[in-house]
């Protein structure tokens, strides 16, 4: 089967940098993906890693380790508006649906 | 472009009731999902289609039936509600480009199984 392990909180100050982890375990693996969700709204696409290594978008960057079985998502700069729930998410094995976390809630104090 | 569209937002339903959660995408994709979310447990993949007039089964999909006629919509319906379906349920669809699966979200349908 396939499994997804994150922390269930964390908790940083506004303006600092904050890093949530994902380690995996799934068969015919497909790439790494993170997705946000602001309380009681729908999740939201953030980022992709198919390769290794790091990928930028804005304040947001993922890493991935194939060989690890690991990837995180790496927020920098913290707003109070980043306080939301984080999920990694891997394909299926069928390869067209997502299996995701159980997510991160990330809290940012001020 | 609308997007992914559901209704209804919330629902209260009695045991054994059933009922259908619509939902609708205008962006032409092929791929769509339901899910559900309950506290604690993310979100687990009850149903998927890969295009129209085909759909299979993902992690929870014991109580929920689907079909897929045309690529726009793929309703969920609930056969005979129980107070374990009490859930947030969300649809997608998504697009793969490049190896890479990019889901967009409805905004959800609360349902509470009385």
């Known amino acids: 089967g396939q499994s997804l392990e994150q922390p269930s909180e964390v908790t940083a100050v506004e303006g600092a940098i904050v890093q949530i982890n994902c380690t995996y375990q799934?068969?015919?693996?497909?790439?790494l993906s993170w997705y946000q969700q602001h309380d009681g709204g729908a999740p939201t696409f953030l980022s992709y890693?198919?390769?290794?290594g790091l990928e930028e978008t804005g304040r947001f960057s993922s890493f991935l380790s194939r060989s690890d079985s690991y990837g995180y998502l790496l927020l920098q700069e913290l707003q109070m508006k980043d306080s939301a729930s984080y999920f990694c998410?891997?394909?299926?094995?069928?390869?067209?649906?997502?299996?995701f976390g159980k997510g991160t809630s990330l809290l940012v104090t001020p | 472009n609308a997007g992914v569209t559901q209704t209804p937002k919330f629902q209260v339903l009695k045991t054994g009731q059933s009922m259908t959660l619509q939902c609708a995408q205008d962006?032409?994709?092929?791929?769509m999902s339901w899910y559900r979310q309950d506290p604690g447990m993310g979100l687990r993949l009850i149903h998927y289609?890969?295009?129209?007039?085909?759909?299979d089964q993902g992690e929870v999909p014991n109580g929920y039936n689907v079909s897929r006629s045309t690529t726009e919509d793929f309703p969920l319906r609930l056969l005979s509600a129980a107070p374990s379906q009490t859930s947030v349920y969300f649809c997608?669809?998504?697009?793969?480009?490049?190896?890479?699966?990019?889901?967009?979200f409805g905004p959800g349908t609360r349902l509470l199984v009385l």
């Open positions: 997608a669809s998504s697009v793969l480009a490049g190896g890479q699966e990019t889901q967009y």
């Open positions: 799934t068969s015919g693996f497909y790439g």
């Open positions: 890693n198919g390769l290794d």
């Open positions: 998410a891997v394909r299926t094995r069928s390869g067209y649906a997502l299996n």
């Open positions: 962006m032409n994709h092929e791929y």
């Open positions: 289609s890969v295009g129209a007039g085909i759909t």
